[in-house]
């Protein structure tokens, strides 16, 4: 077990992307492909095994070792503050975080501003920044309801097309962050298995494409 690296991909659409880059890179495993609901796969020849994981538990995997490798959202490894080596931006996956809110909306200041997102902790940091006191709706999905329906004055949330924010009559107030998926490692694995992971990152990094 130990030889192998253990390497946790992000179920769902992004998932099935990277698992692509991974088998360009030479690392694949062909049962990966077969529609079935199994989780673990592994190729022993290429060394690797791989796990489908929910997108937003990857980075607990990997800190905690059960992966010594994976793939995860930046939105994700901002938003949990993991701590977790960053190894490569796939450049995939990729989208803005922002501030966005009904059109021409502007913040007074007199009262506080109401905040809905999945991105607590992103947006408790970024309004701290600017000593903006807000008063935070952690909800779980279509964030873009909250402002609609007068839950919250704005929302932090991942814009990718911007097609949800334009058919709510919503729009971008501030870029946080630019977002994409990236190959992270667990700390010790990347000592003690620094050679595999290192030959993985660089396979990886020659079929990024632009
Ligand atoms: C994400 C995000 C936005 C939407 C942005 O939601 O939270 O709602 O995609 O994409 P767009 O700019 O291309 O329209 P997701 O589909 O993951 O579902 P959610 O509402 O459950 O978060």
Redesign the pocket.
Known sequence: MSNMINIALPKGRLGDKVYDMFEKAGFECPAIREKNRKLIFENPEAGVRYFWVKPSDVAIYVERGAADIGVAGKDILMEAGTDVYELLDLNVGKCTMAVAGPAGFSYDRSNELRVAT?FVNVAREFYAASGTDIDIIHLN????LAPILGLSDVIV?????????KENNLEVIDVIADISARLISNKSSFKFKTKQIVDISRRLESVIED
């Open positions: 999945k999905g279509s964030i873009e949330d991942l814009v990718e097309t911007g097609t949800t924010l």
